[in-house]
């Protein structure tokens, strides 16, 4: 579904061409670069988030923020990726554009730039869409050879394969056998597919480092799995129950946190997970893509921090001023039916009943706060919204 935000660009900029001759362009799609002014106040709120989440033992970190596989103009924001932090262990979430450069940024210039997973203890996929998981390959390679290993082997979790192929979304009328198919022998692969096939993508660079160089295996420092989903009742399938109500599951656990799951609605994307983390000083509830979820209202009750995606509703019907053709129409919906809007996810905070809710995975990227302000709607707690290498302090100092 992330992949329908460039095409809505595409089409909007190619419907408004015209206005070229105008010297004019769309700041709904191209944004404006932040003044100085701007970017000295942003960093002074990230450097005071920063400080005041150096007091807790639990921290969330925000590496991106943006949404789409677009590298948006006219801000600061990266692709999807956040960290948990527990003590000196950290758990990752997403891997989009630039999250290797800015865990390290995260980091601090203790790194000095190597041994940038040495603190990871596990990363975690929600889905996988290309803007969460584009910068895994430059993040796990730059991480096992710069010479500072994990203190741990690297555990990954993220969706098995869907084995069944999504229904084509073709507003055009396309049939499927009018449509390639890539990799045929396995057309949706899981995260342990994915893996096993960036080894073969990068053989020859993995090769001379171990041959020259002397570095590990990457397999050997690296443990992938495919999350493995319980028994659901009323499941049939990833096209006819995308989202079926169930409880949340147990993912992953060690000595600093324990890490839930549920199936979320990105449909036709599947499967879409939410993840929560919960320590001994709170807890940290990602939502992942999702469209407004009953199962993540349930998996997020009583969270410290619920950290949620948002699509600007207005923004998207901006891509497609009327009259809008049923094409149009089609991928307006489809971008919708997906998401969460910023007039809904107030809502869906208040009735999870967390403390607070942080907008990222944002959609627009330059989306600015006066777009996003209508996320406190429904919502009495603390709105935080995201920005890259903000902090914020879970439970006791």
């Known amino acids: 579904m992330c992949h329908v935000v460039g095409q809505a660009i595409e089409r909007a900029i190619e419907r408004r061409q015209f206005l070229a001759g105008l010297g004019a362009a769309s700041t709904l799609v191209l944004g404006s670069p932040a003044s100085a002014k701007e970017m000295e106040e942003q960093r002074k709120r990230i450097n005071a988030s920063q400080a005041e989440a150096s007091q807790f033992n639990t921290r969330l970190i ?4 943006a949404g789409g596989p677009v590298f948006w103009p006219g801000t600061n924001r990266h692709g999807i990726a956040s960290a948990v932090a527990v003590g000196d262990a950290l758990y990752l979430v997403d891997c989009g554009a ?8 995260a980091q601090g210039p203790s790194t000095n730039g190597i041994g940038v997973l040495r603190d990871v203890r596990a990363l975690f996929f929600t889905h996988l869409h290309s803007d969460h998981i584009v910068d895994y390959p430059a993040l796990t390679l730059f991480g096992i050879f710069d010479g500072s290993h994990a203190k741990v082997p690297l555990k990954v979790f993220g969706p098995g394969r869907r084995n069944e192929m999504e229904p084509v979304f073709s507003p055009a009328g396309a049939a499927p056998h009018d449509l390639p198919v890539v990799n045929p022998e396995n057309p949706t692969p899981g995260t342990k597919d994915m893996a096993g096939y960036l080894y073969q993508a990068f053989a020859t660079d993995i090769n001379d480092r171990i041959r020259d160089n002397h570095r590990p295996d990457p397999s050997t420092m690296i443990d992938v799995h495919d999350i493995e989903l319980p028994e659901i009742p009323g499941f049939e399938s990833p096209n006819k129950t995308p989202e079926p109500e169930m409880a949340p599951f147990k993912v992953f656990e ?13 449909f036709p994307v599947w499967p879409a997970f939410a993840f929560r983390f919960d320590t001994d000083d709170g807890s ?19 969270a410290d921090i619920l950290v949620h995606e948002v699509i600007v509703a207005d923004w998207v019907r901006s891509m497609f001023p009327q009259p809008r053709s049923e094409n149009d129409d089609a991928i307006l919906n489809h971008l919708l039916s997906a998401h969460t809007a910023v007039e809904d996810v107030g809502t869906v905070a208040a009735r999870a009943e967390v403390s607070t809710l942080v907008l990222s995975h944002i959609v627009p990227g330059n989306a600015s706060n006066e777009d996003l302000a209508p996320a406190q ?8 919204i995201g920005e890259d290498l903000m902090q914020l302090g879970v439970g006791r100092r």
Do not use: M, P, W, Y
């Not at 925000?62 to 923020?65: A, E, I, M, R, V």
């Not at 630039?98 to 940024?105: D, I, K, S, W, Y």
């Not at 060690?254 to 990105?266: E, G, K, P």
């Not at 709607?377 to 935080?384: A, C, I, P």
């Open 62 to 65: 925000l590496l991106g923020t």
């Open 98 to 105: 630039g999250a290797g450069r800015r865990l390290q940024e």
């Open 254 to 266: 060690d000595d600093r946190v324990r890490v839930s799951a549920t199936l979320v609605n990105h």
């Open 284 to 302: 940290i509830v990602f939502s992942g893509d999702t469209a407004v979820s009953e199962n993540l209202i349930r998996l997020a009750k009583g």
């Open 377 to 384: 709607k429904g919502f009495e707690g603390k709105l935080v």
